[in-house]
T-cell receptor, first 113, second 111 residues
Framework: SQTIHQWPATLVQPVGSPLSLECTVE??????LYWYRQAAGRGLQLLFY??????ISSEVPQNLSASRPQDRQFILSSKKLLLSDSGFYLC????????????FGPGTRLTVL | DAKTTQPTSMDCAEGRAANLPCNHS???????VYWYRQIHSQGPQYIIH???NNETNEMASLIITEDRKSSTLILPHATLRDTAVYYC????????????FGTGTRLQVFP
């Protein structure tokens, strides 16, 4: 069966520090991968999605970037965090040419101070 | 913009059926209705989806009206663990990109 991992589970970082969040998927090949962010009390916002290695689409202009160095690895990064980057970051995958269902990881709760 | 309208919150007694409505009056012919839920501090969980026929799986049933302008998610025997925010989303099945989450319905199951 497929599983999706995210780490760390929680993170507290000072403003201006770098960020690296990692997501890995097991049990499937060539998945579509997604990064979402959920601000406190708000809905989910898609940040990036990827349909293959090195292929990244950005949904909103922001302080963050994403990379996909391997088929089942998706990384969210920032060179300098802002207070507004605080939130709940969720990685998700869907099957290549699948039925549209997306499966989410456990999330990383980021607090920028 | 979310293409769906859902009540902000609902209550349901444990063991009773929870019926969560969703309006999607502008749905296109190639768009499916998807339901997800998000338990507090967890990632969203896929529940079910359908095009025009009613669907049932181990978690829930989805009833779609004949004109496809609205649907109802039914949890047949709600438990306390079903307390969550439920999201109704319409999108083409082949779309590989974003799910547009609205504000959803906060379902509170009480003992």
């Amino acid at each position: 069966s497929q599983t999706i991992h995210q780490w760390p589970a929680t993170l507290v970082q000072p403003v201006g520090s770098p960020l690296s969040l990692e997501c890995t998927v097991e049990g499937t090949s060539n998945p579509n991968l997604y990064w979402y962010r959920q601000a406190a009390g708000r809905g989910l916002q898609l940040l990036f999605y990827s349909v293959g290695i090195g292929q990244i689409s950005s949904e909103v202009p922001q302080n963050l970037s994403a990379s996909r160095p391997q088929d089942r690895q998706f990384i969210l990064s920032s060179k300098k965090l802002l207070l507004s980057d605080s939130g709940f970051y969720l990685c998700a995958w869907s099957a290549y040419r699948g039925g549209g269902e997306q499966f989410f990881g456990p999330g990383t709760r980021l607090t920028v101070l | 913009d979310a293409k769906t309208t859902q009540p902000t919150s609902m209550d349901c007694a444990e063991g009773r059926a929870a019926n969560l409505p969703c309006n999607h009056s502008t749905i296109s012919g190639n768009e499916y209705v998807y339901w997800y839920r998000q338990i507090h501090s967890q990632g969203p969980q896929y529940i079910i989806h359908g095009l025009k026929n009613n669907e049932t799986n181990e978690m829930a049933s989805l009833i779609i009206t004949e004109d496809r302008k609205s649907s109802t998610l039914i949890l047949p025997h709600a438990t306390l663990r079903d307390t969550a925010v439920y999201y109704c989303i319409v999108r083409p099945s082949y779309n590989t990109d974003k799910l547009i989450f609205g504000t959803g319905t906060r379902l509170q199951v009480f003992p």
